[in-house]
């Protein structure tokens, strides 16, 4: 813990460091009437496309190119420099052109939604320790399935006959929804327990009412309850660290071919030289 | 505890490959997976993968281990599988669905520029923002400002990779902006060499001075070309919404280009030197001498009792609509009480320009009217404009050859031979005034040449007035010159006496005058702005020294007896209009031109690297006035010393006026130079009022808005 905390502060000031001297190099640029969009746009243009081959480093992991965990982090790095230069290259100012507005936009998403995708992995792992067996995402429909099935056996298949219909009656009233498929995603992403505890209370409001046998039944279902909802906690949080992807990641293709038509537009219209 | 939910052998584990493009639908559906998955094409691999086949009679299973192993009931009688159809449709993977997306992404973006782009030409949706309120007028037209709105994506990638793609585009700033001259694209619009004397005059006057840090630190980085054209986009920054200051630069940029940098006008900034003075005003005006001598109570009274006293400085100055320039009140209000009577000089006759020359009546028996002369002529030559009009008379230059040195002022004593020499010289003078009361100014044309076109445009013409004068002293010269043209004796009828000796008629707006008492025709400066003396001294200051030396009209006005006083001050004109009014010659064209107005009138091709706004320093909230600037000089130079530098000066005879080549063009108007640090006491780091913008133009021939 002590190195991860001296590694963060080290990246820290480096990161200070570097952006110190891209703001004073652009400011000592345009002391001397040189074009720093120019000089801004091409860092950032660099930054951008360092970025994104960072997917690519995924696809071609054969290579040896270093850790993906290296590359994590300068990804993280380069995109909270990149912000930098973007704000002194827009002038922390929202454009006014269209083509311009939609880049400024295309960025801002892009990098929001970095962000906040740093966020959940800084997140997200200790919740997904926190609680619960960690699953495959993929499987998860899976041992949904096994967790339904196995409810259902406890009470259809091993139910006597002279036993009631109160558990049967309980399953569909109370328990049938809830093992179909994820439930209570809201409640998990905001930490909360409560439709759990709702539901173990009816659990224990049912228990008076059924003989010895059924009782350990119930108790058996109420652990495939717990184990549901635990997935049920798995899943939302996996889904949502796979799911801001869908946001990042096709945005960035955008954001490279608004940036080169832009970088053409510039260089065709603003005068580079001169 | 229950048990793990998943199990990590590979036995026991179901098909996940999420990394593929599809994945089992029945996974996604009911969570109970094939072992299989689909294939590539997202096709369910499932039923193909069991075929039954017959040994011995019997099916047997064939499902391999990999796909689940041989199932426990085998295959049907009939050699079907025994599974049901279990097929399914493969759904895509979350990779490939977020692959889809970024594809669909990158396509929406690449068709949203190609729509921008829109075919040849940019639409106005590429535009990066509004233009500045004074550029608001061509917004929709890009090619007005960029080469690169004329040509499709290709000329744009080809212009990424052009150096001079900049300049071109400056190009099309300067057809709007002429008033920015030639040389707009060099620094300061100025030459090359210009720059390089302006340099090395200012590094020739350098003080100590230490540059800011970051300056020393920016010339690390890289410096743009100096030597060579700036890129109007240097400096202006378009597109930053209607209110952008386009002209807005920091004093560290300013100074970027400079080689003698400083810290700011208050520590450091050059001495202001003999500024505002050091180009002298355009009107000759001393008022140290005027405001301490003519202006005191006492003098005044005494020499200009008529005179008009200034109040206070406001009384002949005002600021102008601007504010920036302090306008002079007209000659009218504030000089014409005192100095109207020696413009208009009534004491002189003026300049003679025709005249009749004394002939003796015997001589001119039976030729016609002459009236009697004698006496009368002041000179002994005639007037030049009278020589110059009879020079392609060949009647009067074979008269003049043969009578030999002459005095008009006596052709009256000859022998008979030379008598009709002399009697020549009346008809040709009579056919000069004959010719130009019926033709008026061609008469003059035909006579004068190649050098009418000198002469001709000075208003107001000599032709209305030589024509009175013929009806004057000739009243029946038409008769006469039918009579002596067909060589016929002019009967006595027609010999009538003309008006009487001692007649004097003065045009008081022409400022031509006819005198019966020397029969002459003469100009008088009409006061003051008198056109022909104005047309002339425009004319005359543009001549080189050797033609002018030639010009017949120059010697006429530039010789002291001519002007009738040979003491005068200089030359009728020179010595009058030239005391007060300055003459520029431009350092580039090398051309002359009197400034008749206190102001420029016309585009001024001289360099005007400073600027100055009265208007704000004589606000009310200021506490100025204008002595706390101009403090008068007790050593200042009086009118003589101005004038010993004058642009005329007489030359090695001194009888006549030339222009001084090595005029120092100097003038002081009394005051002592402004000093930086009386500026500095309210432009400093303190009020921060001290950009270099608010004094220095960058464009110094930028034309500057003037003012009447």
Known sequence: MKHFWVQQRITFLVFTVISLLILAGCYLFSITLSKTSFASGTILLLCIFFLASYQLRKKISFLPLGSSAAWLRFHIFIGFLSFVVFALHSRLQIPNGLLEVILFLTYYIVFLSGIFGWFLSRTIPYRLLSRGEEVLFERIPMHRNKIHDRVKTLIFDDAQPEQGAALPDFYHKHLQEFFEGPRHQISHILHSERHLHQLKQKISALQPFLDEQEQVRLQQIAEQIQLKDDLDYQYIFQAIIKLWLFVHVPLTYSLIIFSLYHALAACAFASTSG | ?708
């Open chain 2, 1 to 708: 505890m229950t048990e793990p939910l998943q199990p990590f052998d590979w036995k026991n584990s179901n098909y996940e490959r999420p990394a593929n493009t599809w994945v089992c639908g029945r996974l996604c559906e009911e969570g109970l997976p094939c072992r299989l998955g689909p294939s590539n094409k997202g096709e369910c691999q499932l039923q193909s993968q069991c075929e039954p086949a017959e040994k011995g009679g019997k099916y047997q299973c064939t499902r391999s281990v990999l796909n689940g192993g041989k199932c426990k009931e085998g295959p049907a009688p009939d050699g079907t599988c025994c599974q049901p159809d279990t097929s399914c449709q493969p759904r895509r993977s979350l990779l490939a669905r977020r692959r889809f997306l970024g594809g669909l992404a990158a396509f929406i973006a690449a068709s949203f520029c190609l729509i921008v782009f829109s075919g040849d030409s940019p639409s106005s949706l590429l535009s990066p923002g509004e233009v500045s309120q004074s550029h608001a007028n061509i917004e929709s037209s890009c090619s007005a400002c960029h080469t690169a709105a004329e040509g499709g994506l290709d000329t744009w990638i080809h212009l990424t990779m052009n150096g001079d793609v900049a300049l071109d585009d400056s190009a099309r700033c300067l057809k709007c902006h002429t008033e920015l001259g030639e040389k707009a694209l060099f620094a300061h619009s100025v030459s090359i060499e210009r720059l390089h004397k302006i340099t090395s005059q200012i590094q020739a006057k350098k003080e100590s001075a230490s540059a800011p840090i970051a300056l020393q630190l920016a010339s690390l980085t890289g410096h743009p070309a100096t030597n060579g054209k700036l890129a109007c986009s240097t400096c202006h920054q378009e597109h930053h919404g209607r209110k952008t200051n386009l002209t807005q630069l920091t004093d560290l940029q300013c100074q970027s280009c400079h080689t003698s940098p400083f810290l700011s006008f208050q520590h450091g900034h050059p001495a202001l030197g003999d500024y505002p003075y050091q180009r002298r005003s355009r009107i000759y005006f001393d008022h140290n001498a005027h405001m301490s001598r003519y202006f005191k109570n006492g003098d005044f009274k005494r020499t200009m009792p008529k005179g008009h006293k200034p109040e206070s400085c406001n009384s002949c100055h005002t600021p102008d609509a601007t504010g920036r320039l302090m306008l002079t009140a007209g000659f009218e209000k504030t000089c014409a009480s005192c100095h109207e009577p020696q413009i208009e000089d009534v004491d002189f006759p003026g300049v003679p320009f025709f005249a009749l020359p004394v002939i003796a009546p015997t001589l001119m028996k039976s030729q016609g009217v002459w009236p009697n002369t004698e006496g009368s002529f002041a000179t002994a030559r005639l007037p030049r404009l009278m020589e110059l009009l009879l020079e392609h008379d060949s009647d009067y230059q074979r008269a003049i050859k043969q009578l030999g040195e002459i005095d008009y002022r006596n052709l009256n004593n000859f022998d008979p031979e030379k008598a009709a020499a002399v009697a020549e010289i009346a008809w040709a003078i009579k056919r000069l005034l004959y010719d130009i009361s019926t033709s008026g100014e061609a008469a003059l044309t035909a006579r004068l040449g190649k050098n009418s076109a000198l002469y001709l445009h000075l208003k107001p013409s000599i032709v209305p007035t030589l024509s009175q004068a013929q009806q004057i002293w000739f009243p029946n010269l038409a008769t006469e010159i039918k009579y002596h043209s067909e060589k016929k004796a002019i009967p006595d009828s027609t010999q009538q006496k003309p008006v009487s000796a001692g007649f004097s008629a003065r045009n008081a707006n022409s400022g031509w005058s006819i005198s019966d008492s020397d029969f002459t025709i003469r100009y008088r400066p009409i006061g003051h702005a008198d056109p022909l003396i104005k047309g002339w001294l425009d004319q005359a200051v543009q001549e080189n020294q050797q033609s002018l030396d030639r010009d017949s009209m120059w010697r006429i006005f530039s010789n002291p007896t001519a002007s009738g006083t040979e003491d005068s001050h200089g030359a009728l004109a020179s010595g009058r209009c030239l005391m007060c009014h300055s003459v520029d010659k431009d350092p580039v064209s090398g051309r002359s031109h009197i400034n008749w107005q206190p102001l420029p009138t016309q585009q001024s091709k001289a360099e005007q690297f400073t600027q100055f706004s009265h208007a704000p320093h004589l606000s009310s909230g200021q506490k100025l006035n204008c002595e706390s600037c101009h403090v008068f000089d007790p050593l200042g130079t009086d009118s003589t010393t101005i004038l010993q530098s004058d642009y005329f000066v007489r030359d090695q005879s001194n009888l006549f006026w030339q222009i001084n080549q090595n005029s120092q063009q100097a003038c002081t108007s009394g005051f002592q130079p402004i000093s930086r640090q009386n500026c500095s006491t309210c432009h400093n780091a303190a009020t921060a009022t001290q950009s270099c913008l608010q004094c220095h133009n960058y464009h110094a021939h930028r034309q500057l808005t003037s003012s009447k």
